[in-house]
């Protein structure tokens, strides 16, 4: 029954909380459950985290007193602890980018009741000289569909704190609450953990405008007419100077995707390819990809089917592909872009192809 008597209010909150603990657990794991499901069926990207925790006993006590107690005994208002401790369960979803909070934010309002919304991006934003960690928070329950659902009944009574954050937001976070002195300080400390947090800030916005920037520069490449023939600075001037870039990325997945078709590049490969490509020839273009695929991928087609009669096991990737399409187009500048071994054998093949054809 509730009181204005601090001591005995704070061992019935301990009773409680040791006598439900077990039970707050498994709400929390079935929270988790439930969220990560959602994200998974609703698609929503770029989510790298979702954890949770109870909160500790003595650290909800103290939250208390910190921020209720004293208007509550001023008002005279008896109070129960329990029931101002919203946060006795959290869940932390983190997701790589600022622009996906909204969408993880429209997923779990759609999905669950929700009770209160706590905006800290927008808080600390309209502040000049505020400062402190950024996200998203949601005090949120099952809806009325789950909470009559014989599976989730005995969660129903129980609600949860969500708590959506970018990676950096939770990395700034983790630090914010290791910076003791922020409110009574020197105004020049004050203003080097100002510098410190739009530091981590600007971070979260270049991240996301690079990934922005790689979607523009993927479409461009994907939208591009792919040009059969480079007119080596003839025709249309616009597509002589697209084909006179030099090979990077974005450029390469085009270009090889037009000739492997079927086969689905994987960017940090591609992206490790193209760099070891750039280490022997700085300046490739990517015309010189497209010549040297066309020119040379059906002589290598030729050794790749003897070399699978002879050794039913070999494979050959895309990638051994173009490494072999590249040493037939420069072997001197390319003989360094497979093993020795590798090199001979095919070396050694490829002298007895030419006298065959001569």
């Known amino acids: ?148 659902s014989p599976k989730y009944l005995q969660y129903a009574d129980l609600s949860v704190e969500v708590q959506i954050r970018s990676l950096i937001q939770d990395a700034w976070s983790v630090l914010d609450h290791k910076i003791k002195y922020k409110k009574s300080i020197p105004l020049d400390l004050k203003r080097r953990i100002n510098i410190l947090s739009a530091l981590f800030e600007l971070a979260d916005r270049e991240f996301t405008e690079i990934r922005n920037a790689t979607k523009v520069l993927m479409q461009q490449e994907v939208f591009d007419p792919m040009n059969e023939s480079p007119d080596n600075g003839q025709g249309n001037p616009g597509k002589a100077a697209l084909d006179t870039k030099t090979v990077n990325a974005f450029n390469f997945m085009r270009t090889a995707g037009h000739f492997f078709r079927d086969f689905e590049f994987e960017d940090f490969k591609v992206d490790n390819f193209v760099h070891n490509i750039l280490k022997l020839d700085s300046d490739f273009q990517k015309s010189d990809l497209h010549k040297c695929l066309t020119e040379n991928l059906k002589i290598f087609k030729e050794y790749r089917d003897i070399s699978i009669v002879e050794n039913p096991h070999i494979t050959f990737s895309p990638y051994t592909l173009i490494r072999h399409c590249l040493y037939l187009y420069d072997p001197e500048t390319f003989g360094r872009i497979f093993s020795m071994r590798t090199r001979e054998r095919f070396a050694g093949w490829l002298k007895e192809f030419q006298e065959r054809s001569a």
């Open 1 to 148: 029954m509730a009181s204005l008597d601090f001591e005995q209010e704070k061992d019935n909150f301990r009773n409680f909380y040791d006598s439900n603990r077990k039970y707050f657990v498994q709400t929390k794991n079935i929270y988790i459950r439930i969220i990560s499901s959602l994200i998974t069926r609703c698609n929503v990207s770029a989510v790298t985290k979702i954890d949770g925790r109870v909160k500790d006993r003595e650290e909800c006590i103290k939250k208390f007193h910190r921020k209720y107690q004293n208007s509550l005994e001023i008002d005279e208002q008896p109070y129960e602890i329990k029931n101002f401790i919203s946060d006795l369960i959290g869940i932390r979803i983190v997701c790589l980018y600022e622009d996906r909070i909204g969408a993880l934010s429209e997923v779990l309002q759609q999905h669950f009741r929700i009770l209160g919304v706590t905006d800290k991006i927008s808080s600390v934003e309209s502040t000049e000289d505020s400062f402190g960690y950024k996200g998203l928070h949601l005090d949120l329950a099952l809806n009325e569909e789950m909470a009559s």
